[in-house]
Structure formats: structure tokens, C-alpha cells
């Protein structure tokens, strides 16, 4: 046996975690050894408090504390204007950007036929749901600029235009910083279609 | 020493590796499938932008590795965007890339698949009567080419011509058997006149002929159900993206 038990659960246990192999999962494990008790304690207990404590939230998916998330319970947001996303943490990629003030909805997913992913496997029928309850006005589709993404937003869009709502797909195109030169043809055909006025 | 080549190729699919990198699927004219790694793709500023897509036909130098190889330099040949920008267009498309995929080991190469591959997907980006009809035919000829050519003519059993009468597909043995011979064999699928002659066509024609056939919506999903059980039977594992293209198929939106 290379180490006591306890050690070896442990070793065990942190390389199930993604990105994670053998060789860090021992690095991590004589770290947390290694640190104040407290300091180790304080890492278990934030592991079973989330675990215990978070859930989803009951109208958009997000994650939560109890029956609605942070951003559905706030009075001061926009309930017309939903953005739907594929997972809560691209909601917090949006809110960093300090520009969104509307609500949220989170799929939990892009179609993806290869995969097994149709639109039933996703939470589809509740934007539905919400659409026809909640007197939204825009959808914005922000799921990944990749195929599947895209192929979601596409099915959002004929299912919700007949709702006579407005549904709008984020823009996409290059990056700041980045160089026309190295652009991809998608990319910068995409960008030249959702040109802007100066 | 490690070697970097040069492969024209289609992207089959993509997953997750790591926090910016990608694992890619890609179906090379010369080496069949080969997966690969792209770094950093997943990055706003990588150098790939949507240049690894699934359906894109790309100039791609890869680096050997010892599991994985790497990709080095990508170039868009044909990006397929018409395909991407149809919802029903990219269910048939992903089910078209998803029997390319299981049909093939790593590395394995069948003269004329990856030009059937390429003809098919530029058929799929034009004007389509039916894809039902052109993804049952793609299944049929994948699984002819791969040397699972399904026997229609004759029955299997007692090599009696069997046009114009009611046969099962026994998709065990690949083929039709008559009426006579059907007693005591498992796995067979009813066939009735109309089917047996499309599935004939289907096997015989191009994909651009097929592009501008059309028949009932009923026989077009029975031709389908068919070809899906046909090339699971010989892959031996089922294809997830049948399911999904069923259902789109019965049931359309929500």
C-alpha cells in the first residue's frame, strides 16, 4: 500500500474530479494535509454546503438557494426580456458584462443528434410555458456560437415567431483584439453581415 | 521522430477537453478517421475560430502523437453553411456524419467513402425534395461501400427473383427472402412491393437524382426506419441520432 488510508480515499476521490489526474490528485491531497486544519475543514464544508444547499431554480434553471434564483427574485429586472443560455455558468459570463438587466432561462443543453440530444432532452417546453404566461417580449437566444448552438437557436426561432414575440440571436464576429488576417470565413462573413453604422 | 502531414478532411464532431481545448473527429480523405486535438480552441482569440465545425471540409496539417495527434493549420474549403443554417438540413446532416463515424475504426480507409461523404453533404446544402429519402440512400450505399451491400434481387435462401411480390429483409443475412423460404428466421422487416423497388432505386441512382425524388411521407419514413435498422444491425450497435430524426420526422416542432 503507497499511502495510509485515509490518504488513499482521498487521492482517490480528488482524481474523479475533471481535469484531474492521479499525479495532482496526490499533489492536492499532501497540500490539503499539509494546511491548517480549519483551512481543510472550511474546503469540506463548502463542498457539502453546496451539495446540500443548492439547487435549481423552479422558472429559469439557474442555479439556486432556494425555490428562485438571485436573478428571479430581483424586482428590479426587466421580467419582458429573457435570454436563454445552454448553462447557469454562462449566466455568469453575461452578467459580467454589466449590459443585461432582463431575466434568464437555461436550457441545460444544446441539440446535438450525434449525441442523443433532441429538443425534449432540453428544457424547451418551459420557455414555452414561460413565453405564453409571463407577457415576455424578447427572447434572446445566447446559446454557443458553434453547429449545435446555433441549430437550438434556429429551433427556438420557428417554434417562438409564431408567438408573435420577438426572438434575437446575440451577434457574432471577431474578437477584440484579434487580426483580419487570421480571421475564419465564418467569422468574419458573420461579422460583415452584422455590420454597424458609424 | 514525430511527423506532420497534410489531409483534406470533414469534421465529424467536437468534444470538450480540458478548459480550452478540444478533442475533433476528423474523416481525412487518406487516413479515414482521426481524432485530434485542438488547443485552445475554445478560446475567443484561438487561431481555429469555426474553423473545426462539424460538417466543414477543411486543408488540415496535423502533428503525429502518440495518442492523440495535434492539429497544427486548418483552411475552410467548404464550410456547408447552408447546412447550419437549416434546422432539418443539420438533423440529416449530423445523422449522415454520425454513420461515418461509427462505421469506421481510427484510421481505417474504404476507397470512395470519404467522395461519397463530400457529394452527399454538397447535395444536402441544395435544393432537397425529401432527406429522408437521401440519408436512407446514404445509409445503404455507407453500408455497401463498407461491404454490407444489401441483396434485393434474388431471395437470400433459394435464389428466386423476387420483383413485384411482398419479401421480408432478413437483416441478418443482408437481403430479401421470399415468402417461402421466410419460416423459422429472426430479425426480419416486412417489405411490400413499393418499398423493395425504392430501395432498389435508392441503391442505383446518384445523390443528385435522389435529391429531386419524392414519394408518400409514409413510404419516405418506412424506406428510413429501414435503412436506420439495416446498417444498426450490421454497425451492431445502435446510432443516437436516429432517435432524434425519428422523432423531428413524427412529430416536428414541440
Redesign the interface.
Known sequence: MLYTPPIARLVEELSKLPGVGQKTAQRLAFHLLKVPAAEAHSLAEAIVEARDRVTFCVRCFNFAQGELCEYCMDSRRDPTLVCVVERPQDIVALERTGEFRGLYHVLGGAISPIDGIGPEELRIRELLERVRTEGIREVIVATNPRVEGEATGLYLANLLKPLDIKVTRIASGLPVGGDLEYADEVTLGRALKGRLDL | MAATYKEKAIVL?AYDL??ADRIVTLFTEGRGPVRAVAKGIKR??S?????L???TLLDVILHEGRNLDTIVQTE?IN?H?PI????GK??FG??M??MI?KSLRENQTIPRLFPALCVTLDVLEGEVADPSLLLAAFDLKVCALIGYHPHLAQCLNCGRETAGEKVWLNLIGGGVVCVNCRAGLDDLIPLAPAALVLMNQLMALDMAAISSSRVSPALAVEILSIAFRFSEAFLERPL??R???L??LEKG??
Not at chain 2, 47 to 51: H, I, M, P, S, T
Not at chain 2, 84 to 87: E, K, S, T
Request: net charge negative.
Open positions: 464532431r480540458g478548459e475567443t482569440g487561431k481555429f475560430g469555426a474553423r465545425e462539424p460538417f475552410i464550410a453553411a447550419r443554417a437549416d434546422y443539420y438533423l449530423e445523422a456524419l454520425e463515424e443516437r441520432s432517435a432524434v430524426v422523432n423531428y416542432a414541440l
